[in-house]
């Protein structure tokens, strides 16, 4: 039997993407004493490495410090529940080999799928997702300091992904629910 690098790619990411949302519904990250509580969203986060390999990051920024480039630290990454490892990397680190071994290697996704750009559009145009104590999906509420909702999506979320080939795969996440789909495979 044939492996479809690509189908693998969009199931692994589809998948993860997922999981994001389940934190965000079964860990309530809201503190309406703190205008900066938006912050603490869980989110997925896409991003390059040095080298421009790519890479995706889980977490929530639980102290509301924006410490990293993701504004999350390795401690308040979502764990890998195959491993234990952290869903963590930093952007100016390499990750041509996959990881320095603390860390969960399907993070990886130019070593692990070929993957060699993302892009967003639709109603998240950075590189990044979170999800509300509801699951509703937010784009931009990295920096908020004012807990209005203003950064819940109102449209279609489409990140598409670039393979070594050039083939590409796009995964929407639709406004108000947060549905996540491969397009294309609406059974997805």
């Not at 603390?102 to 990044?128: E, N, Q, R, Y």
Request: proline fraction near 3%.
């Amino acid at each position: 039997m044939e492996n479809d690098h690509k189908q693998n790619a969009a199931d692994s990411i589809l998948t993860h993407i997922r999981y994001t949302q389940h934190l965000a519904l079964t860990d309530n990250k809201h503190l309406f004493d703190n205008p900066k509580w938006q912050q603490r969203f869980w989110r997925i986060v896409f991003s390059t490495c040095s080298g421009g390999k790519q890479y995706f990051m889980i977490g929530s920024d639980d102290d509301m410090t924006s410490s990293t480039n993701a504004s999350f630290t390795k401690e308040e990454a979502a764990t890998d529940p195959s491993t234990g490892k952290p869903y963590f990397w930093t952007n100016s680190a390499n990750c041509d080999t996959g990881g320095d071994g603390t860390v969960s290697k399907d993070i990886f996704l130019t070593k692990k799928f070929g993957i060699t750009a993302i892009t967003a559009s639709g109603g998240c145009t950075a590189k990044h997702i979170g999800f509300d104590n509801t699951g509703r999906p937010h784009s931009g509420f990295t920096s908020s300091t004012s807990p209005n909702y203003a950064n819940i999506i109102t449209s279609v979320c489409t990140f598409t992904f670039t393979l070594s080939d050039n083939d590409t795969f796009a995964i929407t996440i639709q406004p108000e629910t947060g549905y996540a789909q491969i397009v294309g495979q609406d059974d997805s």
